[in-house]
């Protein structure tokens, strides 16, 4: 690691490396870490003194609010030791330019994960669909809770299992040694929602390619069970049409 990179992680272990120098420790207390990680997850947006109060208090706020935020402010500018905090009553983070922020790394290699699997760019959309799962995996904040933070714990858990339905379909087509890798991803996916039929569908047709078909065909009745007795419908005509295509031995297109 080069001694000049800044490196923010939101999702595990907090860790704030600025210029090579480790700041995590620093920042004051729960509240600074916290209001520390909504700045950082912000893009360089502008953040409202109202927006700080509600995360921070969450409808709670002590009896002067403002001069807790300004104390706290002070304290957080403290710790960063230089001016990476702008703005009295609008306040903005401004890092270094390629400072490297996990959530950043996940909402973009999201949107080109897709637009690969989009294009058939089946290598881009594996690689950056690995980004995606390795950094959704990890607990966002683990030990804070109030709305924002599930909110974007929300949000990581729909980008883990978008990511997992991309590697399940570029691990599908890339074939050979991948295809054990997409296998797990599909599982995953459909564990994280098992009413998904494109991510059943996505497993079905690795099953096949993998020579298992009987394992393929139990899963498809499995879930038309389930579909069936829990929802009163059928599967759709896609996962259908892979269904047939299964019990007839016949290539199944990806």
């Known amino acids: 690691m080069r001694d000049c990179e800044s490196r923010i992680h939101l999702c595990g272990a907090l860790t704030v490396r600025i210029m090579g120098e480790r700041l995590e420790h620093d920042l004051p207390g729960r509240q600074g870490r916290l209001l520390f990680a909504f700045l950082a ?60 922020v996990d959530l950043d790394v996940v909402w973009s290699c999201l949107h080109r994960a897709e637009s690969a699997v989009h294009q058939q760019d089946w290598a881009g959309a594996w690689a950056s669909s690995q980004s995606v799962a390795h950094i959704s995996a990890r607990a966002f904040m683990p030990g804070f809770d109030g709305p924002w933070v599930e909110e974007v714990r929300a949000k990581l858990m729909d980008a883990q299992l978008r990511a997992n339905e991309c590697l399940a379909a570029s691990g599908l087509h890339l074939g050979g040694l991948e295809l054990q890798t997409a296998e797990r991803a599909a599982r995953r996916a459909m ?58 031995n016949q290539a199944i297109a990806g």
């Open 191 to 248: 564990a994280a929602s098992p009413y998904r039929e494109s991510s059943c569908a996505l497993l079905l047709k690795i099953l096949a390619s993998r020579g298992n078909r009987a394992e393929a065909l139990h899963l498809y009745e499995a879930m038309r069970t389930l579909l069936s007795e829990e929802l009163g419908v059928a599967p759709s005509e896609g996962l259908q049409e892979v269904h047939r295509r299964l019990l007839h």
């Open 41 to 100: 997850s912000q893009q360089g947006r502008s953040v409202t003194r109202s927006d700080m109060v509600k995360l921070l208090w969450n409808g709670a706020p002590p009896n002067d609010p403002d001069t807790a935020l300004a104390a706290l402010l002070a304290k957080l500018r403290k710790a960063l030791s230089k001016d990476y905090l702008t703005g009295k009553q609008d306040v903005r983070l401004m890092l270094p330019p390629a400072t490297w």
